[in-house]
């Protein structure tokens, strides 16, 4: 596991182009699925790494939390499933349903769609408004795996963020790093 914190897209990119299978139903997920959506959170993520794990039960809180609001929200993985064969399809699709997840769950097999977002680490979390222009990119919140003394898993930064885009506030641009496992990129 190396320690990598996310790259700080420009707040304002637009959205990456994307259309990937959801493991659970088998439904192609496209930006156009959220179209009647308010705001659109895109989180990479992984079966193994235990930055997730530390997070994983605050993540299907959120979504059940925001299930009935304008927020739309997809996970994706975008690990090598050859070299980490418990983040391919048959793991995410056992994650999902073991921890409740309200949202869609995808495999980006090709790893396109993690280049597309520069997403870095898992968990690396991506926040759109509206006119899916990026408003949020950086931490859940201040806890971390293994912390002396831990700092309970609150969701607290992220919340902030999508509540403040929900009701069409400024997202405070001062935003914090997310810190994860890196992405497994295919070996070239």
Same mark, same amino acid.
């Given at each position: 596991?190396?320690?990598?914190?996310?790259?700080?897209?420009?707040?304002g990119t637009a959205t990456p182009s994307f259309s990937l299978p959801d493991v659970v139903t088998g439904k192609t997920i496209t930006p156009a699925w959220f179209i009647e959506k308010d705001a659109l959170l895109v989180i990479f993520l992984c079966v193994h790494c235990p930055f997730v794990?530390?997070?994983?039960?605050?993540?299907?809180?959120?979504?059940?939390?925001?299930?009935?609001?304008?927020?739309?929200?997809?996970?994706?993985s975008s690990n090598d499933a050859v070299q980490y064969p418990d983040d391919g399809p048959e793991g995410l699709? /056992?994650? +999902?349903?073991?921890?409740?997840?309200? %949202?869609?769950?995808?495999?980006? @097999?090709?790893?396109?769609?993690? *280049? /597309?977002? +520069?997403?870095?680490?898992?968990?690396? %979390?991506?926040?759109?408004?509206? @006119?899916r222009k990026l408003v949020? *990119?950086?931490?859940l919140d201040e806890s971390?795996?293994?912390m002396d003394p831990p700092i309970p898993v609150t969701g607290a930064s992220l919340r902030a963020a999508i509540d403040a885009v929900?009701?069409?506030?400024?997202?405070?641009?001062?935003?914090?790093?997310s810190l994860g496992c890196n992405i497994k990129w295919k070996a070239e």
């Open positions: 596991m190396a320690r990598t914190n996310s790259t700080m897209q420009p707040l794990k530390h997070i994983q039960d605050e993540l299907a809180k959120i979504g059940r939390d925001y299930a009935e609001t304008g927020l739309g929200i997809l996970a994706i699709k /056992a994650m +999902a349903e073991t921890l409740g997840f309200v %949202f869609p769950v995808c495999y980006d @097999e090709s790893q396109d769609v993690a *280049r /597309a977002f +520069a997403a870095a680490c898992t968990p690396d %979390f991506f926040l759109y408004d509206a @006119e949020y *990119r950086g931490q971390r795996p293994k929900l009701k069409g506030e400024e997202v405070n641009p001062e935003q914090r790093a």
